[in-house]
């Protein structure tokens, strides 16, 4: 009842009541009030209702306003932390430098007020979201903290009155449980509804979720009372199961507990005492993962679709899913929860509402709060099982995996929480716990080895959980909370732990299998590679780095010993579970083999930080072979790749062998690979190592001296390349010191000469092709100094240079000289390319380098690298380069090479010398090994004396048995002999050189060849595998192979029987290198005797095959006196080497084949060569750019005598002749509407981007502006036909033509654009809109101009300078005005030129064609037409520089097609008549008293000549006259306006002058007035125009204060004289322009002084009086009649007008015809500048923040990108905009991309950025955040382009927008 009352008063003050009543120390009376006040209020079976937010809001105010009550408590705010939180897309920093945690962020405020100069830092974008670590010194360095969080504010807060926040500690516990019923009333199971409203029920939330986190807001006070009530138990027990008589609040219990369950999950209390499992810890250690591993025999399978029927075994596509069945795991973990308090609901159904935005941030806001953040953790790790069961069903995991992070990161990141989380809530078992459990869920039935009983079970790539990276977020954490050493140490010593992690490593050993296909390509490609390396790099690599980082010191050691000896039992499992005996299974490649890398990785961190034994963490001989087998399929399987041996596989497994090396993956997989290989390698037998590596490449049968031989498992064009690939592996395990030796600074080096040398590279991309340590939190910091100081030591930065096609270059790190000469390595490069065009580039670079140095010219040879010394506990692994095996693998090669049998190549040559070097390098030290006897080894006797490789190099072998197919030549070579009966000598089979003839073989010789002299690595291998298996006595039945693999060797079908040959040789391997030598010198002689006493080994470190023989040669004599004796016989005997006999065909097809290469090759040299002078020949033609010699108009015919026709090229049918009216010619032409000259101001400086509230930019003073409103004003006052003809349009709008130069047909350009319509090719531009390609340079273009027949440039006869008087010229050019047009006869050039004119109208918008007042009239159109020409003209000047100081030849003239132009304009101005008595050329020239009963009409007047655009004038004249037009009457009408011109210059110049100025003036002017020449002097007329004009009464006194305000500077004579030059100087010019392109005058250059005079002398205008020093600009003056009566006429129209109502257009006679160049704006130095204030800017049509925000760089305009709120009928902002603005073409900067977008048209394209980073280099996107800055060089290149309108040209790659940008 008493709430009802209370309802019913208003709420301000039944808060204030209550509130006064709660204070009471017996308050009893005022909670009762209150607790059912809140009942009514917070009734949740109400729905959500605002009323009782309001309510709420009163209540905890308690009496004040609610906004006031908010500013109190954030007075009491303590927090030291910023805190803020923020979602997706955010845009925050990163501070390398201040973190501690990788993981640290700022919000951009306390960035930018905190000091990070010369920091490395980095804007980002957030993918996941997060929170601001100001203030937090767990997770940065305090020098870090922004100034307001850097006062530890905290200290001088008072206290909080008890009495401010008494309300809310008793509002919101009920407050809260409403939420929480909600929450449970609204959720439903996924099951009982189809789409669940989840959503709706958060949208109902809404509100009371923001009220909350606007709470946590208020700052530290307010968080403690909130996390006071979320962890109270007490209340929560009291609220949430609801009273006993609250029916609504029991059911809405029960609805909690059916939702518990349904999740899987147990209360504890239903569980009981007996239902809780054995902990994880209590099972013996080793169980755990041997049960994971081996247990699967008893595991159920389950059907994939999940049913449990037991019969699905028939379905064989499938691959089944493996349930585990006795897992060692503790049950309760994941499967028990309980809550105790209001966080932990809440955290319950977050997650259970798959975590939204809203709550998400709530939950994050309190973080500030310590007591909160460590309940919370907890409360969060408890959950943790739950989270990762509802992010795998969820069908939003994405989402759902950032949110989680995004909680998640801001608790693992801090070290002390983690360990404290670590001790209390077991929070490692957890996680490991649930990986497992995760991916439990996928697992299949490994294949490997043997498929039908095989035990091993794997991860299954295509599951989804894998597929969508599903596991990411508990990966991350796991990662996350090993990169903090206490917990990393828990973790290694919890040796149950260990084995869990290690059975779910084991998981993915041998995951995503591939098995060659060899009869048909596979039909689908399966892309599971992607998951299965992301999953091994992110769930096996990262968390290895991360346990590697803390193994570092000798106090770790036992950490190391523990893994290595439990990855050695796991990987024992493994090979029992795959049952692997010794052979791997054919045609299997799994890329994956996480449980070897972890076994590397440690034991090379072992040896090289902490000082272990190497021999003590390796186990038995047999173990490391079956180690060795897996890497070393891989490196195969790469050849075979690469040999197209996988091609029906589909790309995918050319993908996988990619990523295996690619920068980000291989220090996690090659590398460890390699160096397990070489750990091997330096233990293992070493002849039976090499027999290894040959038979896995599959290249034994090729090993023979045979010139011929079956392989039973290669096709004849793959042998090359697996053997070239089992050769350069041999090369990289033994010479690769990453992990046997080198420093990390030496690592660092070698990693990045190679990127560098295949190319020169970015800084950025340079960072991310080093392979740094994979895992993210490592600390080791790519960008950390010394990747700078290496950066400069071995690279020269290449600044960012423009090329002039446009492309630009981004800055580059180029390899300096003498990294080059010293240490570009092959090896590495080869190791490390991603793409084998990648080695070739290397070695072309190369070649380029030595070329310029001239050190060698021809091909050179991968150059030989000294290597730095292996770690002692390696030095095994020289014996592979000194065993018996390779050395006659060597031999045989050599052989081979010297006889050309088929399929060696120069790579395998290269290869052999480059390991018999290595072995000269590194010799074996003990010498015991050569004296060993040789007593058991009967295969190698014959072959060589000893192991050591420089012995045995001299060593000659004299016959060889080899088994050869019948066929062979060296068959028919015995059976020859046989024929001539001659009996082969008998000799030994050793050589007897080193006079010790230990054994000479007596008895038939063949016998004992026989006995001796076959060479079979195969049975090789398997001895020595017997013997090592027998040596550790294993038990019988492992001995025994289970398939016997001789069968494999058998060749498919019926070839040649195999015979027994003997074959002579009489070789050593030294006399084998010699002789090559001969061979490629192709020399008789080529080493001579005295060579060998002359040689310098230093000399020959670079050059071809050659050098290197004669290195190692020199490197053998010197090493051995031995070796040095038998150099010095064989190059004495110099016998002439045997021609290698050419018998077989196959010998003559290889050998022909590389000759035939050869020739190819050069024959396409030539061809090359010979295109490339072609090309040339016509760029210069065709092109002639810059050629100053001939200043013709046009190429056209320039060379012809002046009186013939043009004759024009057409470059489509090719042929020549003139243009006439049947069959016209034409220019290829592009027309754009442009604006550049609109945007031009006064002043020099461009306008500034504003990047403040308070700058702007104001477009008024540009000069498209200025002249809208002078013809405005003029169309207020005059006639409109006489308006129109007074000024010029086209400032903004105006029709730009521009030309490549090159002519065509008009009726071969119809066809052509016919075959263009019908191509289906996509173009670049849209042929309907009459757009294409000029068919000769390709340049964009729009239309065709016609070329008017008959001659180029007027006769001599036109040109000849009259001598007739000005007043007969004047009349003469009267007359010719006078004629009427004569309209021209209907032919094609006719229509063509109306048709072109049809296409410039459509060029530019109507309204820049519509000025007049009634639209469309021949005024109109009359205005429009001159106009074109006047913008051609004043672009033309623009393009020279604003002046023509620089000449003629510019290459704009040259292209220039201002003739042709005007040509088709007069043609169509010549319809339209002047009428005669509005000529202005009457007026100009005769004195007419007549006109003064004008104004008694009430029509408007003409507009007075003072006031008219004199260069308007004059392109009217001339385009209304009959042409061609003789010069003598140009000439006359350019005089007769630069008097007018020169009489509106002095008018303009008075008005400037002070009252006191213009009376001195005047009375000077009149001084002089009566003395001869008086009309040429600008004293007299400046004094006579001031004195009429003052007749007029406003023109002098309306501005009069603002004049003294503008001349305080006094008027000299010398500043007049410049003034009115000045003002005359834009007339001459154009004048000048248009004499040169229609009579072909030349400009010559000058200086900027020597303008002036320049100008007038070539218009003829100063008469005989020029003296080139001090120019008067009234001497140029001529009159036609009396000066002073012509001004006198001219002033009195303007003093007409100040007695009619028109008095206010008087201010026309104020003008000033000069305008700067046009700019872009002027844009800040640092990008960061534009980003701060635009990003967040709100649009100003929508007022939201736009997407994706744009500004114009021509007016600063701020526009949305594709944003549809600024759309109008259907067309977006900028499309708009650029319409607006730039006529179509429009220039944009994306804020959030940095790059530039260019507009034109219908088309866009991508320009750049000008905007670089410290290297040079442009960051779109803002991917990396760095800091970027101004690129002068490009933003001039962009302004260029756009002032130039060669956009269209120089970017290539343009697409239709469609209007939605």
Same mark, same amino acid.
């Not at 195999?1058 to 002689?1085: G, Y």
């Not at 280099?1817 to 760095?1826: C, I, M, S, T």
């Given at each position: 009842?008493?709430?009802?009352?209370?309802?019913?008063?208003?709420?301000?003050?039944?808060?204030?009541?209550?509130?006064?009543?709660?204070?009471?120390?017996?308050?009893?009376?005022?909670?009762?009030?209150?607790?059912?006040?809140?009942?009514?209020?917070?009734?949740?079976?109400?729905?959500?209702?605002?009323?009782?937010?309001?309510?709420?809001?009163?209540?905890?105010?308690?009496?004040?306003?609610?906004?006031?009550?908010?500013?109190?408590?954030?007075?009491?705010?303590?927090?030291?932390?910023?805190?803020?939180?923020?979602?997706?897309?955010?845009?925050?920093?990163?501070?390398?430098?201040?973190?501690?945690?990788?993981?640290?962020?700022?919000?951009?405020?306390?960035?930018?007020?905190?000091?990070?100069?010369?920091?490395?830092?980095?804007?980002?974008?957030?993918?996941?979201?997060?929170?601001?670590?100001?203030?937090?010194?767990?997770?940065?360095?305090?020098?870090?903290?922004?100034?307001?969080?850097?006062?530890?504010?905290?200290?001088?807060?008072? /206290?909080?009155?008890?009495?401010?926040?008494?309300?809310?500690?008793?509002?919101?516990?009920?407050?809260?449980?409403?939420?929480?019923?909600?929450?449970?009333?609204?959720?439903?199971?996924?099951?009982?509804?189809?789409?669940?409203?989840?959503?709706?029920?958060?949208?109902?939330?809404?509100?009371?979720?923001?009220?909350?986190?606007?709470?946590?807001?208020?700052?530290?006070?307010?968080?403690?009372?909130?996390?006071?009530?979320?962890?109270?138990?007490?209340?929560?027990?009291?609220?949430?199961?609801?009273?006993?008589?609250?029916?609504?609040?029991?059911?809405?219990?029960?609805?909690?507990?059916?939702?518990?369950?349904?999740?899987?999950?147990?209360?504890?209390?239903?569980?009981?005492?007996?239902?809780?499992?054995?902990?994880?810890?209590?099972?013996?250690?080793?169980?755990?993962?041997?049960?994971?591993?081996?247990?699967?025999?008893?595991? +159920?399978?389950?059907?994939?679709?999940?049913?449990?029927?037991?019969?699905?075994?028939?379905?064989?596509?499938?691959?089944?899913?493996?349930?585990?069945?006795?897992?060692?795991?503790?049950?309760?973990?994941?499967?028990?929860?309980?809550?105790?308090?209001?966080?932990?609901?809440?955290?319950?159904?977050?997650?259970?509402?798959?975590?939204?935005?809203?709550?998400?941030?709530?939950?994050?806001?309190?973080?500030?709060?310590?007591?909160?953040?460590?309940?919370?953790?907890?409360?969060?790790?408890?959950?943790?099982?739950?989270?990762?069961?509802?992010?795998?069903?969820?069908?939003? /995991?994405?989402?759902?995996?950032?949110?989680?992070?995004?909680?998640?990161?801001?608790?693992?990141?801090?070290?002390?929480?983690?360990?404290?989380?670590?001790?209390?809530?077991?929070?490692?078992?957890?996680?490991?716990?649930?990986?497992?459990?995760?991916?439990?869920?996928?697992?299949?039935?490994?294949?490997?080895?043997?498929?039908?009983?095989?035990?091993?079970?794997?991860?299954?790539?295509?599951?989804?959980?894998?597929?969508?990276?599903?596991?990411?977020?508990?990966?991350?954490?796991?990662?996350?909370?090993?990169?903090?050493?206490?917990?990393?140490?828990?973790?290694?010593?919890?040796?149950?732990?260990?084995?869990?992690?290690?059975?779910?490593?084991?998981?993915?050993?041998?995951?995503?299998?591939?098995?060659?296909?060899?009869?048909?390509?596979?039909?689908?490609?399966?892309?599971?590679?992607?998951?299965?390396?992301?999953?091994?790099?992110?769930?096996?690599?990262?968390?290895?780095?991360?346990?590697?980082?803390?193994?570092?010191?000798?106090?770790?050691?036992?950490?190391?010993?523990?893994?290595?000896?439990?990855?050695?039992?796991?990987?024992?499992?493994?090979?029992?579970?795959?049952?692997?005996?010794?052979?791997?299974?054919?045609?299997?490649?799994?890329?994956?083999?996480?449980?070897?890398?972890?076994?590397?990785?440690?034991?090379?961190?072992?040896?090289?930080?902490?000082?272990?034994?190497?021999?003590?963490?390796?186990?038995?001989?047999?173990?490391?072979?079956?180690?060795?087998?897996?890497?070393?399929?891989?490196?195969?399987?790469?050849?075979?790749?690469?040999?197209?041996?996988?091609?029906?596989?589909?790309?995918?497994?050319?993908?996988?062998?990619?990523?295996?090396?690619?920068?980000?993956?291989?220090?996690?997989?090659?590398?460890?690979?390699?160096?397990?290989?070489?750990?091997?390698?330096?233990?293992?037998?070493?002849?039976?190592?090499?027999?290894?590596?040959?038979?896995?490449?599959?290249?034994?049968?090729?090993?023979?001296?045979?010139?011929?031989?079956?392989?039973?498992?290669?096709?004849?064009?793959?042998?090359?390349?697996?053997?070239?690939?089992?050769?350069?592996?041999?090369?990289?395990?033994?010479?690769?010191?990453?992990?046997?030796?080198?420093?990390?600074?030496?690592?660092?080096?070698?990693?990045?000469?190679?990127?560098?040398?295949?190319?020169?590279?970015?800084?950025?991309?340079?960072?991310?092709?080093?392979?740094?340590?994979?895992?993210?939190?490592?600390?080791?910091?790519?960008? +950390?100094?010394?990747?700078?100081?290496?950066?400069?030591?071995?690279?020269?930065?290449?600044? &960012?240079?423009?090329?002039?096609?446009?492309?630009?270059?981004?800055?580059?790190?180029?390899?300096?000289?003498?990294?080059?000469?010293?240490?570009?390595?092959?090896?590495?490069?080869?190791?490390?390319?991603?793409?084998?065009?990648?080695?070739?580039?290397?070695?072309?670079?190369?070649?380029?380098?030595?070329?310029?140095?001239?050190?060698?010219?021809?091909?050179?040879?991968?150059?030989?690298?000294?290597?730095?010394?292996?770690?002692?506990?390696?030095?095994?692994?020289?014996?592979?380069?000194?065993?018996?095996?390779?050395?006659?693998?060597?031999?045989?090669?050599?052989?081979?090479?010297?006889?050309?049998?088929?399929?060696?190549?120069?790579?395998?040559?290269?290869?052999?010398?480059?390991?018999?070097?290595?072995?000269?390098?590194?010799?074996?030290?003990?010498?015991?090994?050569?004296?060993?006897?040789?007593?058991?080894?009967?295969?190698?006797?014959?072959?060589?004396?000893?192991?050591?490789?420089?012995?045995?190099?001299?060593?000659?072998?004299?016959?060889?048995?080899?088994?050869?197919?019948?066929?062979?030549?060296?068959?028919?070579?015995?059976?020859?002999?046989?024929?001539?009966?001659?009996?082969?000598?008998?000799?030994?089979?050793?050589?007897?050189?080193?006079?010790?003839?230990?054994?000479?073989?007596?008895?038939?010789?063949?016998?004992?060849?026989?006995?001796?002299?076959?060479?079979?690595?195969?049975?090789?291998?398997?001895?020595?595998?017997?013997?090592?298996?027998?040596?550790?006595?294993?038990?019988? +039945?492992?001995?025994?192979?289970?398939?016997?693999?001789?069968?494999?060797?058998?060749?498919?079908?019926?070839?040649?029987?195999?015979?027994?040959?003997?074959?002579?040789?009489?070789?050593?391997?030294?006399?084998?290198?010699?002789?090559?030598?001969?061979?490629?010198?192709?020399?008789?002689?080529?080493?001579?005797?005295?060579?060998?006493?002359?040689?310098?080994?230093?000399?020959?470190?670079?050059?071809?095959?050659?050098?290197?023989?004669?290195?190692?040669?020199?490197?053998?004599?010197?090493?051995?006196?031995?070796?040095?004796?038998?150099?010095?016989?064989?190059?004495?005997?110099?016998?002439? &080497?045997?021609?290698?006999?050419?018998?077989?065909?196959?010998?003559?097809?290889?050998?022909?084949?590389?000759?035939?290469?050869?020739?190819?090759?050069?024959?396409?040299?030539?061809?090359?060569?010979?295109?490339?002078?072609?090309?040339?020949?016509?760029?210069?033609?065709?092109?002639?750019?810059?050629?100053?010699?001939?200043?013709?108009?046009?190429?056209?015919?320039?060379?012809?005598?002046?009186?013939?026709?043009?004759?024009?090229?057409?470059?489509?049918?090719?042929?020549?002749?003139?243009?006439?009216?049947?069959?016209?010619?034409?220019?290829?032409?592009?027309?754009?509407?442009?604006?550049?000259?609109?945007?031009?101001?006064?002043?020099?400086?461009?306008?500034?981007?504003?990047?403040?509230?308070?700058?702007?930019?104001?477009?008024?003073?540009?000069?498209?502006?200025?002249?809208?409103?002078?013809?405005?004003?003029?169309?207020?006052?005059?006639?409109?036909?006489?308006?129109?003809?007074?000024?010029?349009?086209?400032?903004?709008?105006?029709?730009?033509?521009?030309?490549?130069?090159?002519?065509?047909?008009?009726?071969?350009?119809?066809?052509?654009?016919?075959?263009?319509?019908?191509?289906?090719?996509?173009?670049?531009?849209?042929?309907?809109?009459?757009?294409?390609?000029?068919?000769?340079?390709?340049?964009?273009?729009?239309?065709?101009?016609?070329?008017?027949?008959?001659?180029?440039?007027?006769? &001599?006869?036109?040109?000849?300078?009259?001598?007739?008087?000005?007043?007969?010229?004047?009349?003469?050019?009267?007359?010719?005005?006078?004629?009427?047009?004569?309209?021209?006869?209907?032919?094609?050039?006719?229509?063509?030129?109306?048709?072109?004119?049809?296409?410039?109208?459509?060029?530019?918008?109507?309204?820049?064609?519509?000025?007049?007042?009634?639209?469309?009239?021949?005024?109109?159109?009359?205005?429009?037409?001159?106009?074109?020409?006047?913008?051609?003209?004043?672009?033309?000047?623009?393009?020279?520089?604003?002046?023509?100081?620089?000449?003629?030849?510019?290459?704009?003239?040259?292209?220039?097609?201002?003739?042709?132009?005007?040509?088709?304009?007069?043609?169509?101005?010549?319809?339209?008549?002047?009428?005669?008595?509005?000529?202005?050329?009457?007026?100009?020239?005769?004195?007419?008293?007549?006109?003064?009963?004008?104004?008694?009409?009430?029509?408007?007047?003409?507009?007075?000549?003072?006031?008219?655009?004199?260069?308007?004038?004059?392109?009217?004249?001339?385009?209304?006259?009959?042409?061609?037009?003789?010069?003598?009457?140009?000439?006359?009408?350019?005089?007769?306006?630069?008097?007018?011109?020169?009489?509106?210059?002095?008018?303009?110049?008075?008005?400037?002058?002070?009252?006191?100025?213009?009376?001195?003036?005047?009375?000077?002017?009149?001084?002089?007035?009566?003395?001869?020449?008086?009309?040429?002097?600008?004293?007299?007329?400046?004094?006579?125009?001031?004195?009429?004009?003052?007749?007029?009464?406003?023109?002098?006194?309306?501005?009069?204060?603002?004049?003294?305000?503008?001349?305080?500077?006094?008027?000299?004579?010398?500043?007049?004289?410049?003034?009115?030059?000045?003002?005359?100087?834009?007339?001459?010019?154009?004048?000048?322009?248009?004499?040169?392109?229609?009579?072909?005058?030349?400009?010559?250059?000058?200086?900027?002084?020597?303008?002036?005079?320049?100008?007038?002398?070539?218009?003829?205008?100063?008469?005989?009086?020029?003296?080139?020093?001090?120019?008067?600009?009234?001497?140029?003056?001529?009159?036609?009649?009396?000066?002073?009566?012509?001004?006198?006429?001219?002033?009195?129209?303007?003093?007409?007008?100040?007695?009619?109502?028109?008095?206010?257009?008087?201010?026309?006679?104020?003008?000033?015809?000069?305008?700067?160049?046009?700019?872009?704006?002027?844009?800040?130095?640092?990008?960061?500048?534009?980003?701060?204030?635009?990003?967040?800017?709100?649009?100003?049509?929508?007022?939201?923040?736009?997407?994706?925000?744009?500004?114009?760089?021509?007016?600063?305009?701020?526009?949305?990108?594709?944003?549809?709120?600024?759309?109008?009928?259907?067309?977006?902002?900028?499309?708009?905009?650029?319409?607006?603005?730039?006529?179509?073409?429009?220039?944009?900067?994306?804020?959030?991309?940095?790059?530039?977008?260019?507009?034109?048209?219908?088309?866009?394209?991508?320009?750049?950025?000008?905007?670089?980073?410290?290297?040079?280099?442009?960051?779109?996107?803002?991917?990396?955040?760095?800091?970027?800055?101004?690129?002068?060089?490009?933003?001039?290149?962009?302004?260029?382009?756009?002032?130039?309108?060669?956009?269209?040209?120089?970017?290539?790659?343009?697409?239709?927008?469609?209007?939605?940008?």
């Amino acid at each position: 009842m008493m709430a009802a009352s209370l309802l019913r008063r208003d709420k301000k003050s039944t808060a204030a009541h209550l509130k006064a009543d709660l204070k009471r120390t017996d308050n009893s009376s005022g909670l009762r009030q209150l607790q059912e006040l809140l009942d009514s209020v917070l009734n949740p079976e109400r729905g959500s209702d605002p009323e009782a937010l309001e309510w709420c809001k009163w209540l905890l105010a308690g009496g004040d306003g609610f906004d006031e009550f908010c500013r109190t408590v954030r007075s009491y705010d303590n927090a030291t932390l910023c805190g803020l939180v923020w979602t997706a897309n955010f845009v925050a920093y990163r501070c390398r430098t201040c973190g501690i945690s990788p993981c640290m962020s700022l919000c951009a405020e306390c960035f930018n007020n905190g000091d990070h100069t010369g920091h490395d830092f980095n804007m980002f974008r957030s993918q996941a979201g997060g929170a601001c670590d100001c203030g937090d010194g767990n997770v940065m360095r305090e020098s870090g903290f922004c100034s307001r969080h850097r006062l530890k504010t905290g200290e001088n807060v008072p /206290s909080v009155p008890r009495d401010l926040l008494l309300m809310s500690e008793m509002v919101l516990p009920r407050f809260i449980i409403t939420i929480i019923q909600y929450l449970r009333d609204g959720y439903t199971e996924p099951e009982s509804a189809a789409d669940r409203d989840l959503q709706k029920v958060l949208q109902q939330l809404e509100p009371h979720i923001s009220f909350l986190e606007e709470l946590t807001k208020m700052g530290g006070a307010m968080r403690t009372v909130l996390t006071k009530i979320l962890t109270n138990q007490q209340t929560f027990k009291e609220l949430s199961m609801g009273q006993e008589e609250n029916v609504y609040a029991k059911r809405n219990y029960e609805k909690y507990l059916s939702a518990l369950k349904s999740s899987g999950l147990v209360s504890v209390e239903e569980k009981g005492a007996g239902g809780a499992g054995a902990g994880a810890t209590d099972t013996p250690a080793g169980a755990g993962a041997l049960s994971l591993l081996g247990a699967t025999a008893a595991a +159920s399978l389950e059907d994939s679709n999940k049913e449990e029927d037991q019969d699905g075994l028939q379905g064989v596509g499938q691959r089944k899913r493996v349930k585990l069945s006795s897992s060692t795991k503790d049950p309760s973990i994941m499967d028990t929860l309980k809550h105790k308090c209001f966080l932990e609901e809440l955290l319950f159904w977050t997650i259970k509402y798959e975590f939204p935005q809203k709550m998400v941030t709530f939950l994050l806001n309190m973080l500030p709060d310590q007591d909160y953040k460590i309940t919370f953790t907890k409360t969060f790790v408890q959950h943790y099982a739950f989270i990762m069961k509802t992010l795998m069903k969820s069908h939003e /995991s994405d989402t759902m995996s950032n949110r989680i992070v995004h909680i998640s990161v801001q608790l693992f990141s801090n070290e002390e929480l983690a360990r404290h989380v670590t001790e209390e809530c077991q929070l490692l078992d957890i996680m490991v716990t649930v990986l497992l459990y995760m991916m439990e869920s996928c697992l299949i039935k490994s294949e490997l080895q043997d498929e039908e009983n095989n035990r091993h079970v794997v991860v299954n790539c295509g599951e989804a959980l894998l597929k969508n990276n599903t596991y990411w977020p508990l990966v991350s954490d796991f990662i996350n909370i090993l990169s903090h050493q206490s917990v990393a140490k828990r973790f290694l010593e919890d040796h149950s732990l260990l084995l869990l992690w290690m059975s779910f490593v084991s998981f993915f050993q041998g995951m995503n299998l591939n098995k060659r296909e060899l009869n048909e390509h596979v039909e689908f490609e399966s892309q599971t590679y992607y998951a299965a390396f992301a999953a091994e790099l992110e769930a096996c690599a990262q968390p290895m780095w991360g346990l590697l980082t803390h193994c570092k010191v000798k106090e770790t050691q036992e950490y190391t010993k523990t893994v290595v000896r439990y990855c050695l039992e796991t990987l024992q499992m493994w090979f029992d579970a795959i049952g692997f005996v010794d052979e791997p299974s054919l045609n299997q490649l799994t890329f994956h083999l996480p449980l070897h890398r972890y076994y590397a990785m440690f034991l090379s961190k072992g040896v090289k930080c902490q000082g272990l034994d190497l021999d003590s963490l390796l186990p038995d001989q047999e173990m490391l072979m079956k180690i060795m087998v897996h890497p070393l399929q891989i490196q195969a399987s790469l050849s075979e790749i690469h040999s197209n041996m996988w091609v029906r596989n589909g790309l995918q497994i050319k993908g996988q062998a990619m990523t295996y090396v690619q920068s980000h993956f291989c220090n996690s997989m090659i590398d460890p690979d390699i160096y397990l290989l070489q750990v091997c390698a330096s233990r293992l037998d070493p002849d039976y190592f090499i027999s290894s590596v040959f038979e896995r490449f599959k290249v034994v049968d090729l090993l023979t001296m045979a010139s011929q031989h079956q392989n039973a498992v290669l096709d004849s064009e793959q042998e090359r390349p697996m053997l070239e690939g089992a050769l350069t592996f041999l090369v990289i395990l033994s010479s690769l010191r990453i992990h046997l030796g080198m420093s990390d600074d030496e690592i660092l080096r070698a990693e990045m000469v190679s990127q560098l040398c295949m190319n020169d590279r970015t800084h950025s991309s340079l960072l991310d092709l080093i392979p740094e340590n994979p895992n993210p939190k490592s600390g080791v910091v790519p960008g +950390s100094c010394s990747f700078e100081e290496m950066l400069s030591a071995v690279a020269d930065f290449k600044a &960012p240079v423009f090329e002039p096609g446009g492309s630009m270059q981004q800055g580059m790190y180029t390899p300096k000289a003498e990294v080059w000469e010293k240490e570009f390595d092959p090896i590495m490069v080869i190791l490390r390319t991603v793409y084998r065009r990648d080695v070739q580039s290397a070695m072309d670079r190369y070649a380029a380098f030595l070329k310029q140095s001239g050190v060698h010219t021809g091909n050179p040879w991968p150059p030989y690298k000294e290597r730095t010394p292996l770690h002692p506990c390696y030095k095994g692994l020289v014996r592979l380069l000194h065993c018996k095996t390779l050395h006659i693998v060597i031999f045989t090669l050599l052989y081979k090479i010297w006889m050309d049998h088929q399929n060696m190549s120069e790579h395998v040559l290269c290869m052999v010398l480059y390991l018999i070097e290595l072995g000269l390098d590194n010799q074996v030290q003990d010498d015991k090994v050569e004296e060993e006897p040789c007593i058991e080894e009967h295969c190698h006797d014959s072959w060589f004396p000893g192991t050591s490789l420089l012995s045995n190099l001299h060593h000659v072998i004299n016959f060889v048995r080899v088994r050869v197919p019948e066929t062979a030549p060296e068959v028919e070579r015995k059976r020859e002999r046989e024929r001539e009966r001659e009996t082969p000598p008998s000799t030994s089979s050793e050589s007897t050189t080193f006079g010790q003839s230990s054994r000479r073989l007596t008895g038939n010789w063949r016998e004992n060849l026989r006995e001796a002299q076959v060479f079979s690595l195969v049975a090789e291998r398997r001895r020595k595998f017997q013997e090592i298996i027998n040596r550790s006595n294993h038990e019988a +039945s492992q001995a025994v192979r289970p398939k016997s693999s001789s069968s494999r060797w058998l060749p498919p079908g019926s070839p040649p029987q195999l015979v027994t040959e003997i074959l002579e040789i009489r070789e050593s391997m030294l006399s084998l290198l010699v002789k090559l030598h001969q061979k490629l010198s192709a020399k008789q002689n080529s080493l001579s005797l005295s060579w060998l006493a002359e040689v310098d080994p230093a000399h020959h470190a670079h050059g071809d095959g050659l050098t290197a023989i004669e290195r190692i040669l020199a490197k053998a004599s010197a090493r051995s006196r031995h070796s040095k004796r038998c150099l010095q016989e064989i190059c004495g005997k110099v016998c002439p &080497p045997i021609p290698p006999k050419k018998n077989s065909p196959g010998d003559k097809k290889s050998m022909d084949k590389e000759e035939r290469r050869q020739r190819a090759r050069e024959r396409q040299q030539k061809l090359l060569a010979e295109f490339a002078s072609r090309q040339k020949s016509f760029m210069e033609t065709a092109m002639d750019v810059e050629s100053p010699e001939t200043d013709a108009v046009m190429d056209v015919g320039s060379a012809e005598p002046l009186d013939s026709e043009v004759l024009y090229d057409c470059v489509i049918c090719g042929q020549s002749g003139p243009s006439t009216e049947d069959r016209p010619t034409g220019l290829v032409v592009l027309l754009q509407a442009s604006s550049v000259l609109g945007h031009r101001c006064r002043s020099d400086t461009p306008k500034r981007l504003p990047t403040t509230d308070e700058e702007h930019i104001y477009p008024e003073d540009t000069c498209g502006a200025t002249n809208d409103v002078r013809l405005s004003l003029m169309q207020r006052y005059f006639k409109d036909s006489s308006c129109l003809q007074s000024v010029s349009v086209g400032w903004d709008g105006g029709v730009y033509v521009q030309t490549c130069g090159h002519t065509l047909h008009i009726d071969c350009h119809k066809s052509y654009m016919e075959s263009l319509r019908n191509d289906q090719v996509l173009q670049g531009f849209s042929v309907d809109k009459g757009e294409f390609t000029c068919p000769l340079c390709r340049q964009f273009a729009n239309s065709v101009l016609p070329c008017r027949p008959g001659r180029g440039i007027e006769t &001599p006869a036109w040109h000849a300078p009259s001598n007739k008087s000005m007043s007969t010229l004047v009349k003469e050019v009267e007359d010719l005005q006078e004629q009427l047009g004569i309209f021209p006869a209907e032919s094609n050039l006719s229509k063509e030129m109306e048709s072109v004119i049809k296409d410039i109208k459509n060029t530019t918008q109507k309204k820049y064609m519509d000025y007049g007042k009634n639209p469309g009239s021949p005024d109109n159109d009359f205005l429009f037409m001159y106009s074109v020409a006047r913008t051609n003209l004043e672009l033309e000047l623009v393009h020279r520089g604003g002046n023509l100081c620089s000449g003629g030849a510019s290459a704009a003239a040259k292209r220039s097609c201002l003739n042709q132009l005007f040509h088709v304009l007069a043609m169509h101005m010549r319809l339209y008549s002047i009428d005669s008595a509005y000529n202005p050329w009457t007026r100009l020239t005769q004195s007419t008293y007549s006109r003064e009963t004008e104004f008694c009409d009430d029509e408007r007047p003409e507009v007075p000549m003072l006031f008219r655009d004199v260069p308007s004038l004059l392109i009217i004249f001339i385009l209304t006259m009959p042409q061609p037009l003789r010069k003598e009457h140009f000439t006359c009408v350019v005089k007769v306006l630069y008097s007018l011109q020169y009489t509106q210059a002095l008018a303009a110049l008075s008005i400037r002058f002070s009252r006191e100025e213009r009376l001195a003036w005047s009375n000077t002017g009149a001084a002089k007035k009566n003395m001869p020449n008086s009309d040429k002097s600008w004293e007299s007329l400046l004094g006579h125009v001031i004195s009429e004009l003052t007749k007029a009464k406003d023109v002098y006194d309306t501005n009069s204060e603002e004049a003294l305000m503008l001349s305080s500077s006094v008027w000299s004579p010398q500043s007049i004289e410049f003034t009115l030059q000045q003002f005359c100087l834009p007339f001459l010019r154009l004048s000048c322009l248009l004499q040169h392109h229609l009579y072909g005058d030349s400009l010559p250059g000058c200086q900027v002084e020597e303008e002036f005079s320049l100008l007038t002398g070539c218009l003829s205008l100063a008469g005989s009086v020029q003296s080139s020093g001090s120019m008067s600009s009234a001497a140029c003056l001529e009159w036609n009649l009396n000066a002073f009566d012509l001004i006198n006429q001219w002033c009195s129209e303007v003093i007409a007008l100040s007695s009619s109502p028109s008095q206010q257009s008087v201010s026309l006679l104020v003008q000033d015809p000069q305008w700067a160049a046009p700019r872009l704006l002027h844009l800040p130095d640092n990008y960061n500048t534009i980003f701060q204030y635009y990003h967040r800017k709100s649009c100003t049509s929508c007022g939201k923040t736009p997407k994706d925000p744009a500004l114009c760089l021509v007016c600063g305009a701020f526009v949305c990108l594709k944003g549809h709120c600024c759309k109008q009928q259907g067309v977006c902002e900028c499309v708009l905009h650029s319409q607006h603005c730039g006529a179509a073409t429009g220039i944009f900067l994306l804020v959030n991309a940095s790059v530039i977008i260019i507009i034109r048209g219908h088309r866009f394209c991508l320009w750049g950025s000008v905007y670089l980073d410290a290297h040079g280099e442009e960051d779109r996107d803002l991917r990396r955040g760095k800091p970027l800055y101004l690129c002068e060089e490009r933003y001039r290149v962009l302004e260029q382009q756009w002032v130039s309108h060669t956009f269209d040209h120089i970017n290539k790659r343009w697409g239709p927008h469609y209007n939605g940008l």
